[in-house]
């Protein structure tokens, strides 16, 4: 049942930081700040499940998606399935609202995705786009075996974090300020305890 496959949504957030995955996927806990309210609104906007045809290319969005040989589930923004002569074309195409990221975030999420609809159409797909609000512009990403075996190993690595439920402890870096999490992270410079079990003690002691 899709209810037993992973989030591809995770992967993401397992490249930027294993902590704050774990704080979100394991100790099911979320905070928001303007960058997650500015992507909640886009993809609002891009959720509801259709297609049009343009070109001759059919173009699906909110495509939910899953693959039983990887374990893992998520949504497509917009899958683009168009005929050729040399068969069926699909390729998947994720929408950011911010530019494009330093890390492999974004490229992980969007691999992940293209192994569900390989197994699901039975093809290969050999590339893919980002697409980012603030630039306006798509960005190719090619699905080689190098982005592959760091999917496969973001996978692995969420899989066994969700099996033992145990988080990360915090990892200090410029990056921190810049997620909703900063205040919660590593409360008052604690380490070695859940973010859960913090605000629990809290709330026990008032």
């Keep these: ?66 693959s039983t040989h990887f374990g893992i ?5 917009l899958v683009e399935k168009e005929e050729t002569p040399q068969g069926v074309r699909i390729t998947p195409v994720e929408t950011k609202h911010g530019k494009p990221k330093s890390d492999l975030s974004d490229k992980v999420q969007l691999c992940a995705q293209a192994l569900c609809l390989e197994e699901i159409y039975q093809t290969s797909i050999p590339e893919a786009y980002l697409f980012y609000a603030t630039t306006r512009r798509r960005l190719p990403v090619l699905l080689d075996t190098s982005l592959r075996e760091k999917t496969l190993s973001c996978i692995s690595e969420f899989r066994q974090m969700v099996q033992t439920g145990e988080t990360p402890l915090p990892e200090p870096a410029p990056k921190c300020k810049r997620c909703s999490f900063y205040e919660l992270c590593c409360p008052n410079g604690v380490t070695g305890k859940s ?5 629990q003690g809290i709330y026990h002691s008032t």
């Design 1 to 66: 049942m899709i209810e037993d496959l992973l989030p591809i949504s995770a992967l993401q957030h397992i490249v930027f930081c294993p902590r704050q995955c774990a704080l979100i996927h394991v100790e099911r806990l979320w905070v928001e700040n303007h960058l997650t309210a500015e992507g909640r609104v886009l993809h609002a906007r891009q959720d509801d499940p259709g297609y049009e045809i343009r070109h001759g290319i059919k173009l699906i969005r909110a495509l939910r998606v899953y």
């Design 73 to 77: 589930w998520g949504i497509c923004d």
């Design 195 to 199: 973010a859960s079990k913090y605000l």
